[in-house]
């Protein structure tokens, strides 16, 4: 009686074809989930950064009585976007007609950036001299001007602020 040998005919080992079609699958569906390009409402690239916390329910935002998510607005002095017009967590929005070249404008500049903006509020900064439509809309004829939208970016105050106190309180005070 002869001794056994096993025959193990392709168990342990695929086709070379095989395997190179499976690399090909998984790269291609990896490559199709990442490579998407996210852009913004200019058409500008986005970034995206992952987070290494799990997302959990405990992460999503709390909900209010009406069942939208509660905002979290902290104050804050940013460029000029119709999305930031519109962000509804924020209840006053101040545009700031903007000259680099103006000392005036410089001297709110600062003013802005030393003090603290209110929770809820935000002021936007425009460049007046490239923004000439939005000057217009708003009849703003002059920079530093000041002028409160409502969330539909329509006027609802307008305030020069030339020749006048520089702080975060005297541009809240004078477009309420």
């Excluded at 903007?98 to 030393?114: L, T, V």
Aim: glycine share 8%; proline share 7%; with cysteine.
């Amino acid at each position: 009686m002869r001794p056994r040998t096993p025959i193990c005919v392709g168990v342990h080992s695929e086709p070379s074809h095989m395997k190179s079609r499976v690399v090909a699958v998984i790269a291609l569906l990896l490559l199709s989930a990442g490579c998407g390009s996210a852009t913004d409402q200019a058409g500008e690239p986005t970034t995206s950064v992952a987070s290494s916390t799990p997302s959990t329910a405990e992460s999503t935002p709390a909900e209010t009585p009406a069942g939208e998510p509660a905002c979290e607005a902290t104050g804050r002095y940013a460029d000029y976007s119709e999305a930031a017009v519109a962000d509804e967590c924020y209840t006053d929005t101040i545009l700031f007609f903007h000259a680099p070249w103006c000392p005036e404008c410089r001297g709110f500049d600062e003013a802005i950036k030393s003090g603290e903006v209110p929770e809820g509020a935000q002021i936007l900064k425009v460049d007046y001299d490239s923004a000439t439509a939005l000057r217009k809309q708003h009849g703003v004829t002059i920079q530093s001007t000041f002028v409160r939208v409502d969330p539909a970016g329509k006027t609802v105050k307008l305030w020069s602020g030339y020749g006048q106190d520089k702080s975060v309180d005297a541009i809240l005070e004078n477009t309420q």
